[in-house]
């Protein structure tokens, strides 16, 4: 092997091999991911991009361990996803991806601070050092005014915070956003990206799922699905 292909491995910290995603809806067989192969280095911005229906979230769902491939492999962080157990799979999603979504995903019975604080119960971490580290991610995002609100009495931009708070709270090497700003108007869209982006400066990397062209511009690379291939 040569030292610039090393080199490069060593810094993956996203492989995918060979993906195929497979659902059967009766007699219908859809391959929403068709042998897909692709690679994210450790610190990058990478934006995922294609039409609607075009495969990115299943993509996105299985960098995060949300979904298992019906086959090929893929490694992120050094562990192969692939034959994990479910069990496994939770624990990695816990330690190591911090995701935010089009819809914010917020629980709308509980503060700002409560749902920060919720993958780190996960993570058994102590209740004393819950509450702090919640607050150093929400006051991180500028929502240190705003600890004691629940989801209905913020701002959509405020969730989105409220969200990548939740996601920074674990310390994640990866950050997943799916469609981070679809919900959002575009002056607070450009917010939320930049906040995403400064995180991605501190060293986080950052696989942000989008249909809009004048994000998928800012990223360091852009990767184009259509039909479940990368185009
Ligand atoms: N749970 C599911 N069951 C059946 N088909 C699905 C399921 N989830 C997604 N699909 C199909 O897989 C394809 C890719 O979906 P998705 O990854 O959500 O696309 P995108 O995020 O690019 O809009 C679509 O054709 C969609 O209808
Ligand atoms: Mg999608």
Redesign the pocket.
Known sequence: MFKEDLKHNMAAVIEFKDITRT?R?GDEV?N?LDNVSCTVQSGEFVAIT??????????ANIIGGLDKPTSGTVVVDGQDLSHVRDRQLSDYRNRHIGFVFQSFNLQGTQTALENVMLPLLFARMKPGERKARAKECLEAVGLGDRLKHKPSQLSGGQRQRVAIARALAVKPSIILA?EPTGNLDSERGAEILKLLKDLNKQGITLVV?THDMSIARQADRVIQ?KD?KIA
């Open positions: 659902y809806l859809l929403a294609g039409p609607s229906g075009s495969g990115k979230s299943t993509l799916d799922i699905i479940g």
